[in-house]
């Protein structure tokens, strides 16, 4: 069986054994169906064994934080790219997705018990490698939606996006959650910046199929007072870097992602947030925030 998806308007296709039924398991995917698609950007497809001999090493996580997804990613002997994906640091690999050297076809492997893991975890993986040419980036973010646009949450694991945004959606009128951990990003053909939600959002599921213009960008900080301060355009594409994912090794995709970047931060404003995990935080960064992007909102 396959399944056609549009996401962040890229359209791509699953393909499944025709001998078990996965759709059960396909449910945050559901909001993201586009029947039967004329040209998928990429294809993924599902098999029972991969034969791949890895020769150079291309990413891995060095230091991952503990409990987060493990990857490690190689060159192979005939030149395409073999990602190994564990569920936590020293986890042997639940999965081996085998991508071509274009991404644009891929072959996952996995016990039927790993499937959605896997499937996840390989199809975030060649949708960021496939969209880096296109002007789309994935980013690690929270993302609240409030007066129509969205604004970003930024950060490594545990530096409290995901609070932040439920303090937004609890004190800041009108506040919604677009998705709590895998938005991504597109530069319109007009140069505007819009984020999209996705079929991943990490451990608070958020699969909504909605866009809306980029407010801005906040780097979220635990700090023992609450401050919000815009940042400069280099400070600005440091923050956005570290949150996008893409092989930044690879020249032509970190070529790509440069281009992406540079546009998005002449574009968007990206603030810094030191914060305390408390109701005044969203108060003081919703402010900030929309004095410097003449948002509107009520609290």
């Known amino acids: 069986m396959f399944k056609d998806y549009r996401v962040a308007e890229h359209d ?15 449910v945050q995917y559901e909001p993201f169906e586009a029947g039967t698609v004329t040209q998928a950007l990429f ?7 991969l034969d791949a001999e890895a020769v150079e090493m291309l990413y891995r996580d060095e230091a991952p934080d503990e409990g987060q997804t493990g990857i490690e ?5 005939e030149g395409s790219v073999l990602a ?41 993986l060649q949708f960021a490698f496939a969209t880096a040419p296109l002007r789309t980036l994935e980013l690690h973010a929270s993302v609240i939606v409030n007066g129509g646009r969205a604004y970003l949450f930024l950060g490594p694991s545990g530096s409290g996006k995901s609070t932040h945004s439920r303090l937004w959606i609890k004190n800041i009128e009108g506040s919604e959650l677009l998705n709590d951990d895998n938005p991504l990003l597109r530069i319109m053909d007009d140069g505007s910046v819009r984020i999209y939600g996705s079929p991943w959002s990490g451990k608070f599921p958020c699969y909504r199929n909605l866009s809306f213009p980029a407010a801005a960008f906040v780097r979220i900080k635990q700090a023992p007072a609450n401050r919000a301060v815009r940042l400069g355009i ?25 281009r992406s970047l540079e546009k998005t931060v002449l574009e968007v404003p ?13 108060r003081v960064c919703a402010a900030a925030v929309r004095d410097n992007v003449g948002g509107s909102g009520n609290e």
């Open 12 to 26: 791509f296709r699953i393909i499944l054994p025709d001998d078990r039924d996965f759709r059960p398991l396909l």
């Open 84 to 124: 190994c994906i564990a569920p936590a640091r020293g986890e042997a690999p639940k999965a081996r997705v085998l991508f071509s050297p274009d991404y644009c076809s891929a072959r996952f492997c996995c016990s039927d018990e790993d499937f959605l893991f896997a499937l996840n975890n390989a199809l975030m």
């Open 43 to 49: 294809i993924l497809e599902m098999v029972d064994s």
């Open 234 to 258: 280099l400070e600005s594409y440091a923050t956005l870097y570290s949150s996008v994912s893409g092989l930044k090794n690879d020249r032509a995709m970190a070529s790509n992602l440069h």
């Open 270 to 282: 990206c603030f810094n947030m030191e914060c305390l995990p408390d109701d005044d935080a969203a």
């Open 73 to 77: 990613i190689y060159r192979t002997a």
